[in-house]
């Protein structure tokens, strides 16, 4: 692959860690472009595969935490969401201001991105690649070097930083075209095209949007525990999770925070570690209890329950609560 030497443009590839991210920098560097990439992490999205990526092409990555970018827009995104609380065209409109004001910054001449014309249904027509670039504020200095002879010609192509002639002119749905040039920039493992935002994925989007509505989204413990276990909404303000396996329990346990969670666990049989608010009433502590008994692996007799909070700990004997009225409080 051409190298860029010292005094070559310097370009900011968008690093989703896929193939089309992947080609994107290579189409570039064919040109002697010297390309460092850039991926974001938040609760609902992480820079693993943009890590792989820039180690599989040898590219320096800048990892930017975007965490109140994205929360900000699931509170109030301005284009809505897609099919989950995915907030794809704000979310991309962001990651490409973010991505700019790093330009400017740094002194790379202009952004680049995977996106190929039309061949997302919703997030890469015509119009959306208009609008987020648009609204990004950065819209002359965008290349798309994968589908860049389709679209309007931008400063970098203007200026002669990046030749536009070897840019393509990629449309549609089909990755025919995609693994062919993979196979010629030698590219053999890369991960599914899509996948990887947990914003996405019907459950967690499901829970989240319960949280938002009930609590809100300040608390970030909160949101990275909708990851885990099963959830209960106890009262408006208390939310309970439990346990599925062991990995969840281990997990709850590590995640539990001195004087702001109840811990709970069967004693004397196998069962669920749960975690609870610490301003929890009595009676929705009981009735905590009850779901814990449910999932643990005790016979018909009433279950002794371990409670830890602020240090202390006690037991409580509670009936197994009824799987009927255990789905009535199960949220997602
Ligand atoms: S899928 Fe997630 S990370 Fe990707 S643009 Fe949409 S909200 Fe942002």
Redo the contacts with the bound molecule.
């Keep these: 692959m051409t190298q860029a030497n010292d005094s070559a443009v310097k370009a900011l590839v968008l690093m989703s860690g896929g193939l089309d991210s992947r080609l994107a920098a290579c189409v570039l560097r064919a040109q002697g472009i010297a390309v460092t990439g850039v991926s974001?992490t938040s609760p609902?999205?992480e820079a693993t595969k943009a890590r792989e990526a820039a180690a599989v092409l040898g590219l320096p990555l800048l990892v930017e935490d975007f965490t109140d970018d994205?929360l900000g827009l699931v509170e109030h995104p301005p284009h809505g969401f897609?099919s989950g609380m995915?907030?794809?065209i704000d979310?991309?409109a962001a990651?490409l201001r973010r991505a700019g004001l790093l330009m400017e910054r740094e002194g790379y001449r202009f952004i680049a991105t995977g996106e190929v014309l039309n061949q997302r249904p919703m997030?890469q027509t015509r119009h959306n690649l208009e609008v987020v670039a648009v609204e990004s504020g950065y819209k002359d200095s965008i290349v798309r070097p994968l589908s860049a002879r389709l679209l309007p010609e931008t400063e970098p192509e203007r200026r002669g930083w990046v030749d536009r002639s070897r840019l393509l002119a990629l449309e549609g749905r089909s990755r025919k075209p995609q693994f062919a040039l993979a196979a010629q920039y030698g590219l053999k493992d890369w991960p599914a095209a899509a996948g990887g935002?947990r914003?996405?994925e019907p459950n967690f989007a499901g829970r989240l949007r319960e949280l938002k509505r009930n609590e809100g989204l300040r608390d970030l413990e909160a949101i990275r525990r909708l990851r885990m276990g099963r959830h209960f909404r106890i009262a408006p303000a208390v939310r309970l999770v439990v346990g599925r396996d062991e990995a969840d329990d281990e997990a709850l346990e590590r995640a539990a925070r001195p004087g702001v969670d109840i811990v709970l666990g069967p004693v004397d049989v196998p069962g669920p570690t749960a975690l609870l608010p610490a301003a929890t009433s009595e009676a929705d502590l009981l009735c905590a209890a009850g779901i814990c008994a449910r999932y643990s692996h005790a016979g018909t007799e009433p279950v002794e329950i371990e409670v830890r909070a602020g240090g202390q700990t006690r037991r409580l004997r509670v009936e197994r609560m009824a799987p009927e009225a255990v789905e009535r409080l199960r949220i997602a």
């Design positions: 974001f609902f999205f994205i897609g995915n907030p794809c979310c991309h990651m997030s935002c914003l996405t």
